[in-house]
Every structure is written in C-alpha cells, then in structure tokens.
C-alpha cells in the first residue's frame, strides 16, 4: 500500500544529512546552508536546493543498475518538470551502491536539485503524494548529540548523575555549549592559565595580542612573544593578554613563594580560582580533565586572592576584588563569579555598576551553616546568591541558607581542574556559584540580547524546587536548584515525556491486557508536559519498530493540547500494532512527538518497552506492598538474564488471567503476616498445579495461616511444626539438589514457619538449631518448591563461605529443568554482575568494624580483565576518611572490612558516613551510621 510521509522524525532527518557527504559529487558548485526554525528537530536547517526522494528498489527503480535509474527519472519527469528539477542522480555514490554488500533501501535513494529559490518543503510534500514515492524530505542539516570525552567527566556528577539531582549539563548543551564571544570573569585567587584543561577556553585581549596567535607568551615581541611593556588597549593595564593580578602586597603578607605584586600573569598559587574556573568553563571534549558548564565560553582570569602566610587561608580584599570586576565590566564580560566573603559599601557599588552594565553578578552563599547573608546578597535582583546542595539535592551540611538566597547548585564532592595542572574533588558554595556562572554565560550565548534582569529571570525561574527534600529550610534555598536544560529550552519548547503506556486489547478473542500473537490492539500513551517549559498544542505522534514480527497497523495518533503541568492521552485516536508471531520478548517501539511548541531535540523521541505474550516465568508479587519484588528482579533479571512477566496483587488484583500462561509461578508473600493466600489463590494454584505447573512458594506466616488447609497438605506436602523459629542461619541438607553445601543467613524476618514434610516432600533447608525451612515435591505431575520464610530476605553480605541468593535461585531453577544458563551441569555461576552494585555495610550502625561488599562488571565484556576501582570513606562534610580500595580488581564481588579508622589510623567519632565505589565510569555511594 502507498504511504504517503513527509519526513520529520528525528532518526531520518539525521540520516539525511549524509547527503552532504556527496555534495562534491552532485554539483562543483558549493551549496548553502540554510539555517531556520521551520524543521524538525534536531535538524538546525537544510541544503540549499536539495530535495531528497526516496522510492522503492524493489519494484524497478533501483540506481544500481542503468535501468533502475532510467525508471526513477521517468516516473517523476512530471513532477520534475513542474518543479524545475536541474539534476537528478543517486543520493549514494553508484560505486558504493554496486559494492560487496546491497544496499537495498538506499538503492531507492536519489537527490533531485532545484533552484536555489525553491520551496523545498512544497516540493517534499508533493512528491510525497506520488505512490511510487515513499519517502520525500529537505536535506537536513542535523548537529551531532555530544557525550564529553573527557575521562573525569563521569566523576562530575554536578553536571550529570543517574539519580537527576544534577544541572542537567550534557542535556544543555544540545541546546548550547556556549560561545567564544561570551565571557565570563573569574575573581578569585587566580586562575592556572596554561593548565591543559583550561588554555584553549582562556579570554584573549586582542589589542594586547601582539604575535596574533590567540594565546599569551610571555616573551619579548622582539623574539616573537606578547610583551611590547606598551597599553596597547589603553585601559591602563600593560601587557594584559588574558586579564590581570591585581594583589598589591609585601611578601611577609603572602604564602612564602606567592607572586604579591600585580602584574599581567594572573597566576594561581593556591588552586581555589583554577577549581572555580573548571566548573565555569572548562575545555570539554578534547580527551582530557573535566567538562566545564559553559563549555565554548571564555575565561576572563582575574586575580584578586591569595595565600596567607600560613599557606592555608586563602583571602580576598574589597579594593583588589572592585578592580578586578570594573575590569571585566569594561572588557565586556557576561557574568562575574564571586566565591568569598564580602563586605562594606565599594563592593556594593561594583554591584551596582556591574547590573547597570549588563554584567550577571553571582556569589557563594557562604560556608558557615547560617542564615547570614554577606552586604552584596540583601541586593535584591542585583546578585545571584547561591546555597550548595548534595548528590540528593539536599542542602549541604555546610551551605549557609535563607530567604536570600536565589538558586542552589550542587557544592560536595565538586572535581575539577586545579593549580600545577591538576585536579581536585572540593566542595563549598565556592563550587557551587561557578555553576550559575557558567550557566548565565550560556544563556547570553543562546539569547545575545536578554537584559540582565531577563537573565536572573530565566535561572531562578527555571530552578527545580527542592523545598520538599529540605524540611525546615523551605524557602530558604532559593527556587532550587539550578537546571541548565530548563534555563535554555522552557521558553523554546514544551517538554512532553511519555509517562505511562499501556495495551488495550479489549477488542480481543482473549482480553486480558497482553498483546498475544494474531492480535490486533491498541496502544494508549499517556504524555506529561513538565512545567515550566511551554504549553503543547496539535500533538501529533508516530510509533515505529524494528521487530520483523510487528506490523504497526496505525502509526500515527494525536493526543489533546496539554499545558505545562498537565497529562493527555491518545486514548481517543490509538496506535494499533498487530503481533504475527514469535516468542515472548520485550519489543522496543520509538515514540516521535511533534507539536506546535516542539519538544526541545534531544526529547523527540522515548523509547517504550512492550512485553509481547506471556514468558514462562511469573512473579506473583503478594508482599503487601513491600519491596521484595527488587531481590527476584534484581536475580533473574539482572544476573541471569531471564524473561519473566510480574503480577502485583495490591495494584491488579488476582492473577487468575495469567497463571495459566506460565510455566513456572514464583509467588512471593514476604513478611506479610495477613491472608499471605486466599482462598481464591490456593483455588488458582491447585489447579495451575493439577495442569502440570511448577510453583516457586516463599515467605513467613504462610504455614501457619494455612494450617489445617488442603492446599498445604496435599498440594506442598507441608504442615506447621512452629511459627516463630527464631533462628537467622539455614544450612542445605547434605545430598540435596537444591540444598547440598548451601549456607545462608537470612535477615530478621517475624514469623518464620518451621515446616513439617509429609510423605513424598524432601527436605532442602533447615534452621541452624532444628526444624525444616524449605522442602520441595514432585508429585510426577507438577512440581513445588515451598521455604518457610522469605527468600529474598537471604543476606548477600557477609563473606565466605555464605551463599547469596543468585546461588539458591540457581539451584531451585535446575531442579524445575528451566536452567538460567547454558552449561553441563548445575555448575555454580561466575558472581559477574552486568552492573556495578554497592551493598548495604553489616553491621549497620558500626560500632567496631564493618564488612562492605561490593559487585563489579567485566570490563568490555571480558570476565579476566580487571576494573580500575576506588572505594573511599567520607564523613558528613564530604572530607576524606580513608580509601579501602584503590586500584584494579577482577570482575566479580568482593568483600573489604573498616576497622573505624582514617588515614592515619585514628578511631573517628560517631556520626553519618558516606562510602563511594567509583569503577570505570559509574558510581555508586551509600550511607552508613558509626555509634560508641
């Protein structure tokens, strides 16, 4: 059937653009680049008289060959002719396209020239219209979608981390990366210039550039240098390439070996103003360091600080830090970052001046953990004050707080560039102001002529409110915590994210909310416009799938007009998609969404994973409400990798639809002492078990409540022996498939049924002082696993020799023949994770020394090859502690032990700790109490 479609998704306009890899081939003229708002995202614009035309090879049209080409020409003479097409040849080099492998849907592709004045999206749609067409699109010009490069980036977990208490940095820059012409101005104590992470992003003074290489030598012009000891500029200032020292001091007032007299080198001796600049504007993507936030921004290096003599407290003075921000007002700086103390009348009047000239003022709150606002922070609209937050976005122990305060930016655990080309991890609302720096600077790169007001505007308004993670400080952080992404596209853009989705298969001989193979549903998505990004209008969106056996029977749905803030679903114009077979499997769709006000690029299209019929393995989830589904998710999901379909009682009612699709049922009820099964359930289950099922049945109370039930007797071959077995170690019975050599420690559970085996039954488990814990029954027709307490409550922590639950998961799955992994024999499984995992300490709280475990994956898919990993302890303040791992280890888990003490070997006071595993390039931190 002929489809008409006017391409604007995001996959093909990227593809697209690899017409403009052929160019050169198609004309010797050069073409333009025409950059508009009227293309789809993430396109920024098209080729000047190029129009892309896709048909299909299949049927005879076809450029590898001569007569599929002259079939192409022919069928669209007509449409050629009427839109003054002046060439029209293959999109691919006909040398690629008659190469080893078929290109088969690019064989269909051809590029058509117009002039230069033509409609092109005209022309796309009426081609378009052809049947013989299937495709007919602009060629769009399409930017790249940048992940930084630099191997610290994935220890910045300011600018991005997994749980999104962060700045929403990468997000940002697809919007913006900044701009060479933007500065901002660094007023601290200097900033390492020529750092390898910083020299390319440094400001250059033009005027005073002599040799005109855009970078500072500080050599005579004589021998090919910068110093003519001339104000070229005549600013007052000699020689100032990158900016200017203004510290005026006598050497006893410094850190012995610290420049005190202002020059032109700017020069950082203490690290704080080289950190600062990092997080502002470091170099990004060029293989080395740390990303900065305003990426292509330029660093105005001005140095207003130093080192007491004691070379460990760094100071400012208000006539040095005046200076230094009337210079950079006069060189045209975008914002100014202001990381110290402040105080008297002159700093405020450098506000004043600052605000009437543009220039975005931004200062740290201040370290003292009061509400105490320095002279520039009670001038209201005039600087931007900022509290440090934590990687949970609550307020950092140290951050000073009140309704002064304007945004938030995250301030513990900051890394960034450092003086002696290094590198640090620091924390303060020192780290936290050059995030809001940065931020203003690429807000001035994207919108040149937004007034300053404007500007503090957009960062305090686009803050995400975290008053309900900080209970007693509401309102006293600001209007949140800063988010870059929402600073640069909520005044562009909605912002529509599919919330939830679902399969209405009503219309089905077999309804049960599952998409079986023959069947034809509907496919209802529900959207969510966030606030404060715009309101969405004519909504429009078009599912696809790579899955050869899905065929997608309506592909396009369009939802209501959703405000910020609000929800809306196409359940009036579904999707429909049909199964035509198959295994059970997860099926991937690609949901592109189109509006009036767009998505911004990098939120066109969500990714919606549909489970398609009924895999052999059901989790029946009957906790209560708990959590326990986490354990059996975590196991036969993650560490072996198998399909399985999961049924939440609390949420869905019976299951009655779906355990007869299974193979295996693992019913779970945990700790949940009340009705753990109904009468109902053990009806479902009696006869899941009469048709030959397997039944996986664990948790406390279920024997006793059951007591005196068939269902227990003559379905588990089980009875009650006692219902309070108070025991945490349960060993294997020796012989046993499922428990041979097993020893387990079982968190404390109430209610742990010490079980009677009847006839038939074998025993797998039993308790460290008597009584049974698990048995299991074959009856030659179904099979039953059933233990007395609940299996997710095996603890993985402590050491050897110990089992986990993976192993006794293994074990019970051999036994019901469904093996989690190919192999000989229940050989036990390498404990390889596919991600990194970082355990809960026991004994938590610590009283003498604690056990930490923790899981790292292979590296690039090779088990032998080591990891690099580091797992340090830090208190309350971020401040190090004591490093337990420091260097590679295998793939696998490990198990360390802290005695209680630091580096230095002291016994550290009791109060809240922090312990982070960092492995390649993810992390993970847990927190843990130390007690007397």
Request: net charge negative; aromatic share 10%.
């Amino acid at each position: 059937m002929p489809r008409m479609n006017v391409r604007g998704d995001v996959g093909l306009a990227c593809w697209a653009a690899m017409a403009l890899l052929v160019v050169s081939v198609v004309s010797a003229q050069a073409q333009e680049v025409v950059y508009t708002d009227q293309v789809p995202s993430p396109a920024v614009g098209y080729m000047e008289g190029h129009l892309i035309v896709g048909m299909a090879a299949s049927e005879g049209y076809s450029a590898i060959t001569a007569e599929g080409r002259d079939n192409a020409r022919g069928a669209l003479a007509a449409l050629n002719e009427q839109f003054g097409v002046l060439d029209m040849r293959p999109l691919v080099n006909i040398g690629l396209l008659q190469g080893r492998v078929t290109l088969e849907k690019l064989a269909g592709a051809y590029l058509l020239k117009l002039a230069g004045e033509a409609d092109l999206v005209a022309a796309a749609r009426t081609y378009a219209g052809d049947p013989r067409v299937e495709y007919a699109e602009p060629d769009y010009v399409c930017r790249l979608h940048e992940v930084p490069n630099d191997p610290r980036f994935y220890q910045q977990w300011g600018l991005r981390q997994q749980n999104d208490h962060d700045v929403d940095g990468p997000e940002a820059w697809d919007l913006s990366t900044g701009d060479t012409t933007v500065v901002v101005g660094i007023t601290d104590t200097g900033v390492d210039w020529d750092h390898p992470d910083l020299a390319a992003d440094i400001w250059i003074n033009w005027l005073e550039d002599i040799n005109g290489n855009g970078q500072f030598d500080t050599i005579p012009e004589a021998q090919g240098g910068d110093i003519n000891n001339f104000d070229d500029d005549g600013n007052g200032y000699i020689d100032d390439v990158i900016g200017w020292d203004f510290v005026t001091l006598s050497p006893s007032q410094v850190c012995p070996g610290e420049d005190y007299t202002a020059d032109n080198d700017p020069m950082d001796f203490d690290g704080h103003g080289t950190h600062v600049s990092g997080i502002a504007a470091a170099v990004t993507n060029n293989g080395v360091g740390v990303a900065g936030m305003a990426r292509d921004c330029r660093i105005m290096p001005l140095r207003v600080g130093w080192q007491a003599p004691d070379c460990q407290t760094g100071l400012i003075n208000m006539s040095f830090a005046v200076s230094g921000i009337a210079y950079g007002i006069q060189k045209s700086v975008t914002a100014i970052n202001m990381s110290y103390d402040t105080s008297g009348g002159v700093i405020m009047q450098a506000m004043r001046d600052a605000y009437a000239a543009g220039v975005v003022m931004v200062h740290s709150a201040g370290n003292d953990n009061l509400n105490a606002p320095d002279v520039v922070d009670i001038m209201a609209d005039t600087v931007l004050s900022v509290a440090a937050t934590n990687q949970q976005d609550v307020k950092a122990g140290f951050s000073n707080y009140g309704a002064w305060v304007d945004v938030s930016a995250p301030g513990v655990g900051i890394m960034s560039t450092f003086f002696n080309d290094g590198y640090a991890d620091l924390q303060g609302t020192s780290m936290s102001a050059p995030f809001v720096t940065g931020l203003a600077g690429l807000i001035r790169s994207q919108s040149p002529g937004l007034a300053v007001d404007e500007v503090i505007a957009r960062i305090k308004d686009t803050a995400e409110d975290i008053d309900s993670l900080n209970p007693g400080y509401e309102g006293m952080l600001g209007t949140g915590r800063i988010n870059a992404y929402q600073a640069l596209g909520s005044h562009l853009y909605s912002f529509l994210d599919t919330e939830v989705y679902w399969v209405d298969d009503s219309g089905a001989a077999n309804p049960n909310d599952r998409a079986e193979v023959g069947e034809t549903v509907d496919f209802i998505v529900q959207l969510r416009n966030y606030q404060p990004w715009l309101d969405a209008a004519n909504i429009e969106g078009r599912l696809r799938t790579d899955d050869p056996d899905i065929t997608i029977v309506d592909s396009v749905a369009t939802f209501p007009d959703i405000f910020a803030g609000w929800f809306g679903s196409n359940t009036s114009n579904p999707f429909q998609f049909r199964v035509d077979g198959g295994e059970p499997r997860w099926v991937t769709f690609v949901l592109w969404k189109d509006a009036d006000n767009p998505p911004p690029p990098n939120n066109r299209e969500d990714t919606l994973s549909v489970l398609i019929d009924h895999p052999a393995i059901l989790l029946v989830d009957d906790d209560g409400g708990d959590d326990a589904e986490v354990a059996y998710e975590d196991v036969l999901g993650d560490t072996f990798d198998m399909l399985y379909d999961i049924w939440d009682v609390a949420e869905q009612g019976s299951p009655d639809s779906y355990v007869p699709t299974a193979e295996l049922v693992i019913w779970f009820t945990s700790d949940d002492s009340e009705t753990t099964l109904t009468a109902s359930d053990m009806a479902l289950l009696s006869s899941f078990l009469d048709g030959g099922g397997k039944l996986f049945l664990s948790g406390t109370d279920i024997a006793e409540e059951l007591s005196g039930e068939t269902f227990l007797s003559d379905y588990l071959h089980a009875s009650l022996v006692a219902p309070t077995n108070p025991d945490y170690g349960l060993f294997g019975v020796e012989g046993d498939p499922i428990g041979d050599s097993l020893l387990i420690v079982v968190d404390a559970q109430p209610g742990k049924d010490e079980l009677g085996v009847l006839a038939g039954a074998d025993s797998c488990f039993y308790y460290e002082l008597g009584g049974v814990a698990g048995l299991h029954y074959d009856s030659g027709t179904y099979q039953v696993v059933f233990f007395g307490f609940g299996w997710e409550a095996i603890n993985d922590a402590p050491p050897s020799p110990t089992n986990d639950k993976w192993e006794v998961m293994e074990r019970i799955l051999y036994w019901f023949g469904m093996p989690p992994h190919v192999g000989s024999g229940p050989e036990p499984m390498l404990d390889i994770p596919s991600v990194l995992r970082l355990a809960q300490n026991r004994p938590n709280p610590v009283r003498e020394r604690t056990l930490i475990t923790y899981a790292v994956p292979a590296g690039a898919g090779e088990e032998s090859r080591t990891v690099a990993a580091n797992l340090t302890v830090y208190n309350i303040l971020g401040q190090h502690v004591r490093t337990l791992v420091d260097g590679p280890v295998l793939p696998g888990r490990h198990v360390v032990t802290w005695d209680r003490r630091d580096g230095a070997g002291q016994r550290v006071a009791s109060g809240v700790y922090f312990y982070r595993l960092q492995a390649g390039r993810t992390q993970a931190t847990r927190k843990m109490i130390v007690v007397n």
